[in-house]
C-alpha cells in the first residue's frame, strides 16, 4: 500500500507551507482525492497521524474532498458522471470520453493554528 | 441542524467557515500530493531527453512475464539499439542478473518493503548508468497491479502487461492502472488455449470501457508467436517518440497524474 508514501509526501508539503508562513503548529489539511488517482481515502487517513507523528502537522485534522467521476463525450459532447472502471457517455455509451474529474490527488488548503501561538 | 456545534459543516461549505477560526489561516495551496517526485520525475524526463534515451515502464502483476518478455527483446534488438534496464523488486538481485546474462547493463532497485518504484529511487539508479552509451531504457517497475500506477519516473511510456492465466478481466478489476498504459501487451498467449476462459477481445472490452485506445498486442515468449509484431510496435513507436522529441515536445504517458500537468504549468510559467 502506498498510501503511506502518498502522506509522507504531503505532511513534508504541508510543514513547507506552514515553514514558510512562520506558523508553529497545523490545524487542518484539506485535500481533494478521485477515485482514479488510485489512492483510497480510508487508508489515507489511518497513515495520516503516523506521517505527521513528530511534525508541526501532529494532531491536524486531514479533511478529504472525494472528488466525483465526471466524463465529456467526444462524440455527442454529453458531460455525464462515471464509474472507474467504466468511464462510457452516460448519455449515448460510447467510450471515447474525456475525464473531466475524478483523477485528482491535490493538496488544497492548509489551515495553519498560528495567531494565537506566536503572540 | 444548529450554529453551535458545527453539524451543519459539510464538506460543500467547510471551506467557507475555515477561515473564521480565530488564530488561524487558511492557505490555498492546490499541489499535487506528490509533486516532490513529480519534480524529480521531470528532472528524469530532461536527463533522457538530453542525453536521446528512450525510457519506458513496465508494469504488472508479479510473474505476468516482465523479465521474459525484456529478455527476448533484448535477444532480438541486440546490435539494433544500446539498451538498459533498470529492474525493481522488493528482495534480490534475480532479475537483473537474468538481464545481465544477455550481456545489457541492468541495475537492481530493492524497494524494501515499497510496492512501487518512484522517480527518486530511478534517479539514484540512473547514477550507475552511463546515459550517454543507451538508445533505450527499461525500467521493470516492481509487480503490482495498483501502486505503481500512481507515481511519475520520468517515463515516456507506460506499458501494461496482462498475462492470460491471470484472466481477461483484470481491466475492469485495476481502472488506475490499465488507464495508465500507453500499449497492452497480453502475454502467455500459447496458454490460450489451456485457458480457454481469456477471451483477448474481452480483455480489450475491458480496455476500451477505461476511455482507452491504447493498442493490443499479444506475445507469447515460449512460442514466440507475436514476438515480432511486439518489436515492430516497438520500433515504430520509437521512431514516433523521436520525432516528437525532436520537435521539441515534451513526451509523457498519454494519461498523466493532475500533479504532472500542474508541475508543468508550474515550469512554464
Known amino acids: 500500500m502506498h498510501e503511506l508514501s502518498v502522506c509522507q509526501a504531503l505532511v513534508e508539503q504541508v510543514v513547507r507551507v506552514a515553514r514558510e508562513h512562520g506558523a508553529g503548529s497545523v490545524a487542518r489539511v484539506t485535500i481533494g482525492v478521485g477515485a482514479l488517482s488510485g489512492t483510497e481515502p480510508a487508508l489515507l487517513r489511518q497513515a495520516y497521524p503516523i506521517a505527521c507523528a513528530g511534525t508541526p502537522a501532529e494532531g491536524s485534522t486531514l479533511e ?7 466524463v465529456r463525450c467526444a462524440l455527442c459532447g454529453a458531460e455525464t458522471d462515471a464509474r472507474a472502471n467504466r ?24 489551515e495553519l493554528a498560528k495567531l494565537a501561538e506566536a503572540i | 441542524m444548529c450554529d453551535s456545534c458545527g453539524c451543519n459543516i459539510t464538506p460543500g461549505n467547510r471551506h467557507l467557515v475555515a477561515e473564521g477560526e480565530p488564530g488561524h489561516q487558511a492557505i490555498d495551496v492546490l499541489q499535487h500530493l506528490l509533486s516532490a517526485n513529480d519534480h524529480a520525475a521531470a528532472h528524469n524526463r530532461e536527463h533522457f531527453d538530453r542525453h536521446g534515451v528512450l525510457a519506458y515502464n513496465l ?9 521474459a518478455l ?4 533484448l535477444q532480438a534488438l541486440a546490435g539494433e539499439f544500446r539498451i538498459a534496464v533498470i529492474e525493481g523488486d522488493l528482495e534480490t538481485e534475480n532479475d537483473a542478473e537474468r538481464i545481465r546474462r544477455h550481456g545489457v547493463p541492468a541495475i537492481q532497485i530493492s524497494t524494501g518493503s515499497a510496492c512501487h518504484l518512484d522517480a527518486h529511487m530511478v534517479h539514484h539508479a540512473l547514477h550507475d548508468l552511463d546515459l550517454d552509451a543507451i538508445d533505450l531504457l527499461f525500467i521493470e517497475n516492481v509487480g503490482n497491479l ?8 520520468g517515463q515516456h511510456r507506460n506499458l501494461t502487461l496482462l498475462s ?3 484472466g481477461d478481466d483484470k481491466p475492469a478489476k485495476y ?54 509484431a511486439w518489436l515492430d510496435w516497438l520500433r515504430d513507436d520509437m521512431r514516433a517518440l523521436r520525432a516528437r522529441i525532436a520537435g521539441g515536445e515534451a513526451v509523457r504517458p498519454a494519461v498523466q497524474p493532475d500533479g504532472a500537468a500542474l508541475h508543468a504549468a508550474e515550469s512554464a510559467a
Open chain 2, 59 to 67: 508494469m504488472s502483476s508479479p510473474g505476468a512475464g516482465k523479465t
Open chain 2, 175 to 228: 481502472p488506475v492502472m490499465f488507464r495508465a498504459a500507453d500499449a497492452v501487451v497480453f502475454t502467455k498467449t500459447d496458454l490460450l488455449p489451456v485457458f480457454d476462459d481469456f477471451s483477448i477481445e474481452r480483455a480489450t472490452r475491458y480496455l476500451r470501457e477505461l476511455a482507452s485506445a491504447a493498442p493490443v498486442l499479444n506475445a507469447s515468449v515460449r512460442s514466440a508467436q507475436g514476438l515480432a
Open chain 2, 164 to 166: 492470460v492465466p491471470e
Open chain 1, 64 to 70: 478529504i474532498n472525494e472528488r466525483p467521476i465526471r
Open chain 1, 87 to 110: 468511464l462510457l457517455c452516460g448519455a449515448c455509451g460510447d467510450w471515447h470520453t474525456q475525464l473531466l474529474s475524478g483523477d485528482e490527488l491535490l493538496l488544497e488548503q492548509v
Open chain 2, 70 to 73: 525484456l529478455e527476448a527483446t
Open chain 2, 146 to 153: 495498483v501502486c505503481p500506477a500512481s507515481f511519475d519516473l
